[in-house]
């Protein structure tokens, strides 16, 4: 079931819920880590939340080309600078995690593959629902998945 993520603490505290899938991170940021017992690290499901920002194309095309490039400039340093951040907060919420007694169970290949497995069903009914609006959905994910086997 999807669930807003201000709704999740609340359902984990109630036993309401079994398992999440979500980052590591949120251990820390949303205190998750008072609420589970157990992180389950499954490289095939590797999630990180991008955070896009977005122009509209006619009010970019409008701007001089020195301010498009000084634009382009800032977002290809903070490419480098974001990802640190988050690998930062990966290490503070593993941290956390150990702290506080949380299990932390790395799946072998065979159990990832089986997750990985699993989860085919939501990937394409994802590829359905975003192709259904006219958007490539299929390019994406391949895109996406191709990135994640590239850069583990």
Same mark, same amino acid.
């Given at each position: 079931?999807?669930?807003?993520?201000? $709704?999740?603490?609340?359902?984990?505290?109630?036993?309401? *819920? #079994? =398992?999440?899938?979500?980052?590591?991170?949120?251990?820390?940021?949303?205190?998750?880590? #008072?609420? &589970?017992?157990?992180?389950?690290?499954?490289? !095939?499901?590797?999630?990180?939340?991008?955070?896009?920002?977005?122009?509209?194309? #006619?009010?970019?095309? !409008?701007?001089?080309?020195? &301010?498009?490039?000084?634009?382009?400039?800032?977002?290809?340093?903070? &490419? $480098?600078?974001?990802?640190?951040?988050?690998?930062? *907060?990966?290490?503070?919420?593993? $941290? *956390?995690?150990?702290?506080? =007694?949380?299990?932390?169970?790395? *799946?072998?290949?065979?159990?990832?593959?089986?997750?990985?497995?699993?989860?085919?069903?939501?990937? $394409?009914?994802?590829?359905?629902?975003? !192709?259904?609006? =006219?958007?490539?959905?299929?390019?994406?994910?391949?895109?996406?998945?191709?990135?994640?086997?590239?850069?583990?």
């Amino acid at each position: 079931m999807a669930l807003p993520i201000t $709704e999740t603490y609340d359902a984990c505290q109630k036993g309401l *819920l #079994d =398992g999440l899938l979500l980052p590591i991170e949120p251990l820390k940021g949303w205190k998750f880590a #008072d609420v &589970i017992k157990t992180v389950f690290v499954a490289p !095939s499901m590797a999630y990180t939340a991008p955070i896009p920002v977005f122009m509209n194309k #006619d009010k970019w095309n !409008s701007l001089p080309k020195d &301010i498009q490039d000084t634009i382009e400039k800032i977002n290809a340093e903070w &490419i $480098e600078k974001q990802a640190k951040q988050w690998d930062e *907060l990966d290490k503070e919420a593993t $941290e *956390l995690a150990k702290q506080k =007694g949380i299990k932390i169970i790395t *799946l072998t290949k065979e159990q990832d593959a089986q997750v990985a497995d699993k989860m085919k069903t939501v990937k $394409e009914d994802w590829v359905k629902k975003t !192709s259904a609006k =006219g958007l490539p959905a299929q390019e994406a994910l391949d895109f996406c998945i191709d990135y994640v086997k590239k850069n583990p």
